[in-house]
């Protein structure tokens, strides 16, 4: 996939943003902070000051490695945000077309969805609200409702041949 991608608003989408953040636990918030300064380091998010329409709300979730997720709640906007037609491709029809193959090869999308970067205007519908500050993601999140989809598209046109 090339260039960046634009989230196309549904005619009549109402802003949602909020205030007030959402508590995260005491002993998680020196790993919140590595996380997002991680984030930022891989130009996923950038923080941002200045005033938004859109605002989420974060909830930090311990992974079973003992690092944290960034879980940011964008459901509001995914009411909000059109959502591409395209066929996202059955296991079975995947597991069909290996039939005879002599050599499978597994690739690891690990963050597949950062990959796709954001059109500035779309990265402002992203904006969430941390006790670090807000940010706004300049890559893909897969909390959008979208992100299967086009990480389905991306993929089929990086796989074929």
Not at 65 to 70: T, W
């Amino acid at each position: 996939m090339k260039g960046c991608y634009s989230l196309k608003l549904k005619p009549g989408a109402i802003p949602f943003a909020i205030t007030s953040l959402r508590r995260v636990p005491i002993p998680l918030l020196k790993q919140t902070k590595a996380e997002l300064e991680r984030m930022v380091e891989e130009n996923v998010i950038i923080p941002i000051l200045n005033p938004t329409e859109w605002c989420a709300t974060v909830v930090i979730v311990l992974k079973s490695d003992g690092n944290v997720r960034i879980c940011v709640d964008l459901i509001e906007l995914n009411k909000n945000v059109m959502r591409e037609l395209h066929p996202l491709t059955k296991a079975e029809y995947s597991l069909n077309l290996l039939t005879g193959a002599k050599l499978i090869s597994k690739l690891d999308a690990n963050s597949g969805f950062w990959q796709i970067p954001l059109d500035k205007k779309s990265s402002y519908l992203t904006t969430f609200i941390t006790p670090f500050g807000r940010f706004r993601f300049q890559r893909f999140k897969d909390c959008l409702s979208v992100s299967p989809l086009l990480q389905s598209t991306s993929k089929e046109g990086c796989l074929k041949c």
